[in-house]
């Protein structure tokens, strides 16, 4: 029973002194006002970093198109090609990882020139299929650049009546993009600390940053066509420089000063 009086004793103590504490800090609130907290002092810069890309990979689309009046015999002959220059395409090297189908297509091609019969009345013109176009579109990505020249003298040779581009991309962007990135935010402290020097004071640490890029643009785009009659023909292709891409980051930071 005495164990059980000294617990509620010791309990309503307890609370009676959270209730002071309260009371103090509202008396003091409405005597003296709020706490003031000090205005945090800031500076704001921005800063560009940049970096060289140079391509490591291209990538070309080619094509066979192959019309008629037989759609099956079409096929069959359109089959017959890019499978001759996938083959080729493999034995420069090129993995099947790397051979992708990005288009296959099969249209008729119309004459709209016959009219309708008299009285009809829908009137306008009565299509007439004329024929067959067969369309088979490969992309492959090329890890040597030492071989694009071959492959696009090749191509022709193996039934190939389009190459409809060239391209060239870096495999891995982030490489380049981090490099940017680092020397952006070196600048920016570097501007920060001068700024802060030239005014009497110092950089305290970072309170917000933000950075903003315009992408990763593909390095360098070239298109060359060659018609259903031959074209290339196996001749040498023209010599097609990869080049390079400047790749920039731009970055906002605000500093705490002192």
């Given at each position: 029973m005495n164990n059980l009086l000294h617990s509620k004793t010791l309990f309503w103590t307890f609370i009676n002194?959270?209730?002071?504490?309260?009371?103090?800090?509202?008396?003091?609130?409405?005597?003296?006002?709020?706490?003031?907290?000090?205005?945090?002092?800031?500076?704001?810069?921005?800063a560009e970093g940049k970096t060289v890309v140079a391509p490591d990979i291209a990538k070309i689309s080619f094509s066979v198109v192959t019309e008629g009046q037989n759609p099956g015999t079409i096929q069959e002959e359109n089959t017959k090609k890019m499978n001759d220059a996938i083959a080729f395409i493999k034995e420069q090297g090129i993995s099947e990882a790397d051979i992708k189908t990005t288009d296959y297509s099969?249209?008729?091609?119309y004459d709209y020139s016959r009219p309708r019969p008299i009285g009809d009345p829908e009137g306008g013109s009565n299509p007439y299929i004329l024929g067959y176009a067969l369309s088979q579109t490969v992309t492959i990505k090329v890890r040597d650049l030492e071989k694009i020249a071959p492959i696009l003298a090749g191509l022709p040779s193996k039934g190939i009546n389009q190459i409809t581009s060239v391209g060239f991309?870096?495999?891995?962007?982030?490489?380049?993009?981090?490099?940017?990135?680092?020397?952006?935010?070196?600048?920016?402290?570097?501007?920060?600390?001068?700024?802060?020097?030239?005014?009497?004071?110092?950089?305290?640490?970072?309170?917000?940053?933000?950075?903003s890029q315009g992408g990763f643009p593909p390095i360098y785009y070239a298109k060359a066509e060659n018609s259903l009659d031959g074209g290339l023909g196996g001749a040498m292709p023209p010599t097609i420089e990869p080049g390079t891409q400047d790749v920039t980051i731009n970055v906002m930071v605000t500093y705490e000063i002192r």
């Open positions: 002194l959270i209730v002071i504490a309260v009371a103090v800090v509202i008396w003091k609130v409405l005597l003296f006002g709020l706490p003031v907290v000090p205005e945090m002092r800031t500076i704001t810069v921005s099969l249209n008729p091609r991309d870096v495999d891995d962007p982030e490489i380049y993009l981090n490099q940017a990135r680092e020397e952006a935010f070196k600048k920016a402290y570097e501007k920060a600390r001068i700024m802060a020097k030239q005014n009497n004071t110092r950089i305290k640490r970072v309170v917000t940053f933000t950075e």
